[in-house]
């Protein structure tokens, strides 16, 4: 399986460590029930008009507790991997906030959360993408289904990663065949006002951080103070975690 | 009503500047029709043991990009309010992360990103409280309500403010006499380990960047580079957005 999508990658003009971290993504995701980011995923990029294999993401400015980067025409998914391997060299003395412009698409927000924790540093990130989520109330799409992931390193080994999108489906679901479009609301029901809330907010959020238009991501990358996550493992007793396969 | 609530302050020691932040915040929350932020917190605030209205929140940790802050026995209202007024007065660069610890109650946190936005920065602030929600297949409460807030500046005058606390009701408003305690559980419904994740995710945020244990708040604080909320209010037409009364 991992071989094909290898293969399948490097017909697309991937380099082999590109192809290994977008598989490695893809598998993940499937892995952990996330089917809509994972391989019909690779079908989709052989779709998506205009890839350039050979785009390197750049950081484009830096100073103290932050940096903005730029996909620079590299897959979302493997600016987030260069981002992340940048923090996990060169951690923040306190904290720091990463901003990725033109950074599209970006796949399940957990796998590289859990990468920067699994690391031992706190993450926080979110996501921009296209429009699909309109007002409980109805009329146009205004904001991304827009995950919001937030990852934190555990002495036990095991962090926390929680991973939700605002959407009560995802369009990778849609593009899975696994949903329709018309499910494509903000979760919650009769709370969904929330859900829709918290989704132009982090659109905004994202928008407001970025200089050039575009999908973005805001990640914010912190050293721990404490280690709780043993101690709600404990209380939790035997209950499955965010995160937990 | 305000000169009512004023003396009652008055009456537990607040010095009036104090008092009037507070009353602000509780008549805010009633006029954004969050009466679990409101005026049931003054008579709640009367029952509340250890109280120092004396108190002074300080800055305990100071780095590019980073405070640390410590409520020091203060009203958590009056810790924010104190950071709040700290960043206007002096805005980060970029970006700055502030960690507020012992900082308990916080009200509507909506309350305290709006002040920031209308200062013409970019703010993303979460905060616990007492464990109320349990795992959506039952267990004992593991996480605060534990909201998200997240507000963005615009030059039309009018800050995007959303708010939303991962509760299907608040605490707030089983103080209010509002909603009973069983109906204190995740938002979502059939999706209600989406709201589940978040509120253990920033939880597990907090309470990994706090020094002293107990109760805090996070907050993100940055520089706009772009200015999108009319652009949103343009494409909503005469929806109401997040925080729009």
Redesign the interface.
């Given at each position: 399986m991992r071989e094909e999508i290898l293969q399948r990658l490097a017909g697309l003009g991937f380099l082999e460590a590109d192809a290994r971290t977008l598989a490695d993504h893809f598998l993940d995701a499937e892995a952990r029930g996330k089917r809509g980011h994972g391989l019909s995923r690779v079908e989709w990029l052989e779709t998506l008009p205009g890839i350039d294999p050979t785009a390197r993401p750049k950081k484009v400015?830096e100073?103290?507790?932050?940096e903005r980067w730029d996909g620079n025409g590299a897959l979302g998914y493997l600016t987030l991997a260069a981002i992340v391997e940048a923090q996990l060299a060169s951690p923040?003395?306190?904290?720091?906030?990463v901003?990725a412009q033109r950074c599209f698409p970006t796949g399940m927000l957990g796998h590289w959360a859990r990468k920067l924790a699994d690391g031992g540093l706190?993450a926080?990130l979110t996501a921009t993408s296209p429009p699909r989520l309109a007002?409980p109330?109805g009329?146009?799409v205004?904001a991304g289904t827009n995950p919001?992931?937030?990852a934190?390193?555990s002495s036990d080994g095991r962090p926390?990663?929680?991973?939700?999108?605002m959407g009560?489906v995802t369009y990778g679901d849609v593009i899975a065949g696994l949903a329709s479009e018309e499910e494509l609301v903000p979760?919650?029901?009769?709370?969904a006002h929330?859900?829709?809330?918290?989704a132009?907010?982090?659109?905004?959020?994202v928008?407001?951080?970025?200089?050039e238009?575009g999908y973005g991501t805001v990640l914010?990358v912190?050293r721990?103070?404490?280690?709780?996550?043993p101690a709600?493992r404990t209380?939790?007793?035997g209950?499955r975690?965010?995160g937990d396969r």
């Open positions: 400015a100073a103290p507790g932050y923040p003395a306190d904290a720091r906030l901003v706190v926080v007002h109330e009329g146009p205004l919001l992931a937030i934190v390193p926390l990663v929680a991973d939700a999108s009560a979760f919650g029901g009769e709370h929330k859900a829709f809330a918290l132009v907010g982090l659109q905004l959020l928008d407001s951080l970025v200089v238009p914010l912190a721990p103070e404490a280690d709780p996550v709600l209380r939790a007793g209950l975690l965010p």
